[in-house]
């Protein structure tokens, strides 16, 4: 069995939360959070999506000053339905300037107390 190799930039942390996320613009959906990074999220969903699907996401997160949103924009670069549920990966091409700081600090916190999540 061939292994592959983790080309990912950034690495990514375990998460259990809920994402708010718009396929095309089109309509409010919710996915679990499996992991993030700075590059992508990784979800699951009772919805199916295809890959390269146009998204714009929005995700919790926690900080010094309490809760705060981050909006961001990417596309589906996976997707595949499992157990009835859709996994799918988001390569994130776009983090809004004000929120960028916010989703850094909160990978920064993630990654003193937690290792990254496995590169499934």
């Not at 990784?42 to 295809?50: H, T, Y």
Request: charged share 25%.
């Amino acid at each position: 069995m061939e292994v592959m190799e983790d080309k990912r930039e950034s690495p990514r942390f375990a998460i259990s939360q809920l994402i708010g996320y718009y396929p095309n613009r089109e309509e409010y959906l919710w996915a679990e959070g499996i992991n993030i990074s700075m590059g992508g999220i990784s979800c699951r969903s009772k919805e199916a999506i295809d890959t390269l699907t146009n998204v714009f996401i929005m995700v919790s997160v926690r900080g010094s000053d309490g809760e705060r949103l981050v909006r961001c924009e990417g596309y589906v670069a996976h997707s595949e339905m499992v157990d009835g549920f859709c996994r799918f990966g988001v390569n994130i091409t776009r983090i809004f300037d004000e929120d960028r700081p916010y989703l850094e600090a909160y990978l920064a916190s993630l990654s003193q107390g937690a290792e990254p999540s496995p590169t499934q």
